[in-house]
């Protein structure tokens, strides 16, 4: 992605991408509105919402520099779009009320949730209760229908017209009827002959996946929780990347050797991400200047020691860089974390005869835990904080250094739980409602906990509490922050003098270009 927040960014150009093709926007007016009490209100222009809703409503990949022309673009493409703060009970704090009129007429209204690291849910159409999360081809059909009996008459015709994963049947008090069929394939041509044969069909559409894997694979799951993988697998000396592999191989239906294929394509961009930031760049909109060179610099001139550590620091560092200046990175887990797992891996394998493969299959460890930590709770900092960005980070992180210097799974879920015991309670108090302060000091906190507790781990150093106990533990302290402590900008270094003060010179700055 690009951007400075995944949740932000980057998971409203996947809502903007799905509405696109529901109900293409056109020459209409699209209206957005956001809860003042959730975290959107003070944050969708700072953090990115705006961009990456605009470019998804028109079609213009994330992947793309010149997103960066948001408000330019809209224009350019006859996108009238209206941001409005109201008062609507939101079931998240990152919900989109989006509203879709054309010559005059409301033709669709959506609600979709950012739920964090880019995931998305679009919760309702039109008034029908829906769970699209982008990762299968969705097809809808809307008809009129008083007899239940002819609404089953229609059902059983779509179940035998179709091959499918899921349909679903969604009724709605106006009389009316929605079928969604979710698929694996592409399903529009046999969607249309059976719409011939619907009467009183009121509208139908369908969307595309905007996530790289595609849901619906019934295989049995290898083990579905860390006690049944500890279980299973615990005294056998076997590594957590391998069981990474085996579970996200049968969770996609594709083979080992196309999960480490598509692992690798990732671990390439954040090492290519690493050395763009290693480089001068520059962007007007953010806080911090160019600092990833000075590290090596001191080191040179015998200002500071510890070689593997300062590496740690300058990759970090390079990896924030690159995402504040709009270059392409990796969210691992988030944008806003983005630093720890890249930096911390690629930094301690400078220390390691250069083995790509060790890399990947590192990345691949991390991945697993964060499957738990999600599975558990959320990525989502506007629910809990940043323990639950920069504290999932070092918890991933953690378990991936393990893997690195080869340590079982038992060692690597150990490390990943005395990592995420240090960081439960971090806030999320951006600076300037930008994404660099204190997000880069807590991205190397993050990549040096890890670190630390990879080596105690390998140690043998007493982890005390089970992992999937601390996450429980996060989950618990996550709901007892205030909202203003979980990326609002509301609370904490958000309302110092100094941030007040950056903030009104950047939207100045903003205001002038």
Not at 441 to 452: F, P, Q, Y
């Amino acid at each position: 992605m690009r951007g400075p927040s995944s949740s932000h960014t980057a998971a409203s150009h996947r809502i903007g991408e799905i509405i696109r093709q529901v109900c293409p926007p056109g020459k209409g007016k699209v209206l957005v509105e956001f809860d003042r009490k959730g975290s959107l209100a003070t944050t969708y222009e700072g953090q990115g919402s705006a961009m990456g809703l605009i470019c998804g409503l028109i079609g213009v990949s994330i992947l793309d520099p010149s997103i960066v022309r948001y408000k330019e673009l809209a224009i350019e493409h006859g996108l009238n779009i209206e941001f409005l703060i109201t008062d609507f009970e939101a079931c998240h704090p990152n919900t989109y009320k989006i509203s879709i009129k054309k010559h005059g007429q409301d033709l669709f209204q959506f609600i979709a949730v950012s739920t964090g690291g880019g995931m998305i849910e679009i919760t309702n159409i039109n008034g029908f209760r829906v769970s699209i999360k982008g990762d299968y081809f969705e097809n809808f059909i809307c008809f009129n229908s008083r007899l239940a009996n002819k609404v089953e008459d229609i059902l059983q015709k779509v179940k035998e017209g179709v091959s499918h994963s899921k349909i679903i049947l969604i009724r709605s008090g106006d009389s009316s009827s929605l079928i969604n069929i979710k698929s694996r394939e592409p399903l529009l041509p046999k969607i249309y002959e059976l719409i011939d044969e619907i009467e009183d069909v009121k509208w139908n559409c369908q969307s595309d996946p905007v996530m790289p894997i595609l849901a619906g694979i019934d295989n049995k799951l290898p083990f579905t929780a860390i006690n049944d993988l500890l279980n299973l697998y615990g005294d056998k000396n076997i590594d957590l990347a391998d069981l990474a592999v085996l579970y996200e191989s049968t969770l996609a239906g594709i083979s080992s050797h196309g999960t480490l294929s598509l692992m690798r394509e990732i671990v390439l961009i954040i090492r290519t991400s690493i050395n763009e930031g290693l480089k001068e760049s520059e962007y007007k909109d953010r806080i911090l200047g160019h600092q990833s060179h000075l590290i090596r610099t001191a080191e040179n001139n015998n200002k500071i020691i510890g070689k593997t550590l300062n590496t740690i620091i300058a990759y970090v560092t390079a990896l924030m860089e690159s995402k504040s200046s709009m270059g392409i990175i990796v969210a691992a887990p988030t944008a806003g974390s983005a630093g720890v797992l890249g930096g911390a891996v690629f930094g301690l394998s400078e220390a390691y005869p250069e083995d790509l493969e060790s890399i990947v299959k590192a990345f691949m460890a991390a991945g697993l835990i964060g499957v738990f930590i999600a599975d558990k709770y959320t990525f989502a900092a506007e629910r809990g904080g940043c323990q639950v960005e920069c504290g999932a980070a070092s918890c991933m992180t953690a378990a991936a250094l393990v893997q690195l210097m080869g340590g079982t799974a038992r060692q690597a879920i150990n490390a990943s739980s005395m990592a995420l015991q240090n960081m439960l309670g971090l806030v999320c108090d951006p600076v300037a409602d930008r994404v660099e302060v204190p997000c880069l000091g807590k991205n190397i906190l993050a990549a040096i906990n890890a670190w630390s507790c990879a080596n105690m781990s390998i140690a043998g150093y007493d982890h005390v509490i089970p992992l999937d106990e601390v996450i429980d533990a996060m989950k618990s302290v996550g709901d007892s922050l205030p909202c203003s402590l979980c990326c609002t900008g509301l609370g904490g270094l958000s309302l110092t003098p100094t941030s007040i003060r950056l903030h009104e010179e950047l939207e100045k700055n903003n205001r002038k270009d």
